[in-house]
């Protein structure tokens, strides 16, 4: 049986690089991963970067214009360094342009996010709780009162609403109790792709046993993974592309085995089966380089061509 018979794949698009990243690259991997069947295009967000990186709405916004069907995705937004009222607007209004495609991954952040844009880090689980709650709260009632320890907020109306019904909301990380709160408040949930693969294997025994004690069927929640890709018939080609992508955007080098997949089709077929065998019902595919070459040749590694 095709991989992509057994669970949904995402493709990311090109939106983080240590090189430039040219607009005619988005378009093509858009148009062409939604034409060859993916399922869904990802951002993440890395607003102060050294390196190369897309603003996630107004990449996704691009997406939506020049596609039609495929859903569009960013994992994760870091809601502490923006107002909810906003991001529950820009979402909102992505949902409406898109015709309800929209899926917004939502994460704490991390210690960096919280200095540079000068949020205090104290009580930010109960911050975070607050801003999925009033971002939720906008999009689907017609007036809104709330009344948190950090927001506040008195008859606060909003318009468009979502098209979906809800919006998805999905979480991220592997920290214990981040994959316990996804399960409780999240739609969804995805490891990272700077987590290693082990990681990923360890957190969903934890997800769905979390997820049942919530009285929620671990197989309708999407449980998801990002891995960074390199796929070329010659090996040492696709690993050094990955190893360029880990040690000169993570500064991590262990990473490129431990968490990215790369090797042959065949090589790459075997590694994604296992991962699915972990118990993922749902991968997001991200090339590192040569993003068109590679959606072609994911695309044949899970059987989507």
Same mark, same amino acid.
């Given at each position: ?116 844009? +000068?949020? $205090? @880090?104290? !009580? &930010?689980?109960?911050?975070? /709780?607050?801003?999925? #709650? ?98 070329? +018939?010659? $090996? @040492?080609? !696709? &690993?050094?592309?990955?190893? /360029?992508?880990?040690? #000169? ?57």
């Amino acid at each position: 049986m095709a991989l992509k018979d057994r669970i949904p794949f995402g493709m990311s698009l090109p939106h983080r690089s240590p090189d430039p990243i040219s607009v005619q690259a988005v378009r093509a991997v858009a148009q062409r991963a939604e034409a060859l069947g993916f399922h869904d295009l990802w951002v993440t967000e890395n607003t102060l970067d050294h390196v190369t990186c897309l603003d996630p709405v107004v990449a996704l916004t691009y997406a939506a214009a020049v596609t039609t069907r495929i859903r569009l995705g960013a994992s994760v937004v870091v809601l502490a360094i923006h107002s909810p009222l906003l991001v529950a607007h820009q979402w909102a209004t992505l949902d409406h342009l898109s015709n309800g495609r929209a899926i917004l991954g939502a994460g704490l952040g991390r210690e960096h996010h919280y200095r540079q844009f +000068e949020v $205090p @880090e104290e !009580a &930010r689980v109960r911050r975070f /709780r607050e801003e999925i #709650e009033l971002i939720r709260a906008l999009w689907t009632q017609p007036k809104v009162d709330y009344h948190g320890q950090f927001y506040r907020l008195e008859g606060g109306t909003m318009s468009p609403k979502p098209v979906q019904s809800p919006l998805p909301i999905w979480m991220g990380v592997g920290h214990p109790n981040a994959v316990r709160r996804a399960a409780a408040i999240a739609d969804g949930w995805m490891g990272s792709g700077g987590s290693s693969i082990a990681e990923f294997g360890r957190s969903v025994p934890l997800l769905r046993e979390a997820l049942e004690k919530a009285g929620r069927n671990p197989a309708t929640y999407p449980i998801s993974k990002r891995l960074f890709m390199a796929v070329d +018939e010659r $090996p @040492e080609r !696709a &690993r050094a592309d990955l190893h /360029r992508w880990f040690t #000169e955007v993570y500064h991590n080098p262990p990473g490129t085995d431990a968490s990215g997949i790369h090797g042959t089709s065949e090589q790459v077929r075997e590694k994604l089966e296992a991962v699915v065998a972990m118990g993922a019902n749902h991968l997001l595919l991200n090339p590192v380089s040569r993003y068109a070459e590679q959606v072609d040749a994911l695309a044949e590694v899970v059987g989507l061509t």
